[in-house]
């Protein structure tokens, strides 16, 4: 499959619409080496945000606006990132009557690709969100050392009293699994349970730093590893990439609460 990925390749880009440009990647690799299987321990979606759309209205008069996109993580097939700004590029000289034709053809095209009902907001640029920060605590300027960079699960502990709190760091770095290009980010992470330790995970959060794999797989690992080594009755883990070719990508995971509203974080 790797193959016929469009990442790492010469591409044209095509200016007319053309759904044949979506890849989608099969979540099944990725969660099998996490044992997982169709009936998963955590709900959520990936929230993809497009900062690039383009298309002409009926008289030709270019539109501009932001595309986002929920794409649940119960859906058998991801879009591969590219594939979509490729797709997303081709309606740049492409005509439509209303933003609600272009909004129920892009709706069906990604429910094709994905296996399920993806759910899309097109806003206008000029109401864009404001910027926001993760809640809860920064544990950035914890006093470490680090020497581990690929996953190294060992390093996340837990003890003492049950507790309710919300950590976070923008620290995570991963590297895609077809180009390796560095994926900048911020993750979050919300828990009820015994207190984790707070340098254990930001060691546990650099550990990716040279890791191969796609946001959502990353995500779905800190999800498992945290919920193994600390055992927390409820938790989510939500990371907020930097955007690469004009689209950022944004998985959710939680067994306890809803995908948050739309936001945005500094560096996005």
């Given amino acids: 499959m790797t193959d016929e990925i469009p990442l790492g390749k010469t591409t044209s880009y095509p200016e007319e619409y053309d759904p044949s440009l979506l890849f989608a990647i099969t979540r099944a690799e990725s969660r099998s080496l996490l044992s997982l299987g169709n009936d998963l321990p955590f709900n959520g979606c990936d929230i993809w945000t497009a900062w690039e759309l383009t298309w002409l209205n009926a008289n030709g008069v270019p539109q501009v606006a932001s595309a986002e996109i929920h794409v649940p993580a119960y859906s058998p097939q991801l879009i591969e990132s590219k594939s979509l700004k490729l797709y997303l590029g081709s309606f740049a000289m492409t005509k439509f009557e209303s933003v609600e034709k272009l909004q129920r053809l892009i709706e069906s095209d990604l429910n094709a690709c994905t296996g399920s009902d993806i759910e ?149």
Avoid: K
């Fill in 120 to 268: 899309l907001h097109i806003h206008d640029t000029a109401n864009d969100t404001d910027i926001e920060e993760f809640s809860g605590i920064c544990v950035d300027s914890m006093d470490t050392s680090c020497d581990v960079f690929d996953v190294d699960a060992g390093f996340l502990q837990a003890s003492g009293d049950i507790v309710e709190e919300t950590l976070h760091s923008h620290l995570l770095r991963s590297l895609c699994p077809v180009t390796s290009q560095p994926d900048l980010g911020s993750v979050m992470i919300s828990y009820r349970g015994p207190q984790i330790d707070r340098v254990g995970l930001l060691r546990y959060i650099v550990s990716f730093r040279q890791h191969n794999d796609f946001h959502e797989a990353c995500v779905e690992r800190m999800f498992m590893d945290i919920s193994a080594r600390c055992n927390p009755e409820q938790l989510t883990v939500y990371a907020r990439y930097q955007r690469r070719g004009g689209i950022d990508i944004n998985p959710f995971r939680s067994n306890f609460e809803a995908p948050p509203g739309r936001m945005r974080l500094r560096r996005q």
